[in-house]
């Protein structure tokens, strides 16, 4: 599996040669460097620390300053850490970028979503409302929630209003549709997670799935 570190930088067209439109997520990806590599022997597991984004000296911990000082690299702002099934093939200083991957490849996307805040259950869980006329009183309101005398509670998990957005959340299985190297840009197929400038992540797809073969005549 690869993976890079970058920033949603917002949505655009890509237009094919027959006409054909395509919507894509641009992502400024990488270059990461490698901070540390985990092994078995020493940590029980096998992973690269990458670190991406360049920071001023002066707004990182003192601890994490001495960290990117042991790997002799310059402070980073983002650390996220690439499982492997196998020792790494990398060493400490070693640097990833968007030629990694390559044109109609899949990958997986991991970003936060956007935070809405204290939500209701229409915005959260698209609940209907009620009628505006004749005096209702149920507007937008959830409606029933208990179980009357048995089991006098209310069951965990019931859909309600809350805390809606700021999650983790991975899109599957979308394409990579061109690749700028000079600027280190992805172009992936279809809408990513989280705000534009947000931090994504894309590695390659666990499960990716075929495009099955259309039939002729």
Request: overall charge positive.
């Amino acid at each position: 599996m690869t993976l890079i570190l970058g920033r949603k930088r917002g949505m655009t067209q890509l237009f094919a040669e027959d006409g054909t439109v395509t919507g894509v997520t641009v992502v400024e990806a990488g270059p990461c460097v490698a901070a540390q590599i985990r092994t078995q022997e020493h940590d029980g597991y096998d992973a690269v620390q990458w670190a991406y984004g360049e920071v001023r000296d002066s707004l990182v911990s003192k601890p994490r300053r001495g960290h990117f000082k042991k790997a002799d690299i310059t402070p980073k702002r983002f650390l996220r850490e690439e499982r492997l099934n196998a020792p790494a093939a990398v060493q400490v200083g070693d640097t990833v970028d968007v030629n990694a991957f390559e044109v109609g490849q899949k990958v997986d996307v991991v970003g936060t979503t956007k935070g809405r805040g204290f939500a209701g259950t229409i915005k959260r869980h698209g609940f209907g409302r009620g009628p505006k006329t004749h005096g209702s009183m149920n507007y937008r309101r959830p409606g029933s929630i208990g179980c009357s005398a048995y089991p006098s509670r209310v069951f965990k998990g019931k859909r309600m209003g809350g805390h809606y957005g700021d999650a983790r959340q991975t899109t599957k299985n979308l394409t990579i549709m061109r690749i700028d190297a000079e600027r280190n840009l992805l172009f992936i197929k279809g809408a990513v997670p989280g705000a534009n400038d947000g931090l994504v992540q894309v590695r390659t797809a666990k499960t990716a799935t075929k495009t099955p073969k259309k039939k002729k005549g």
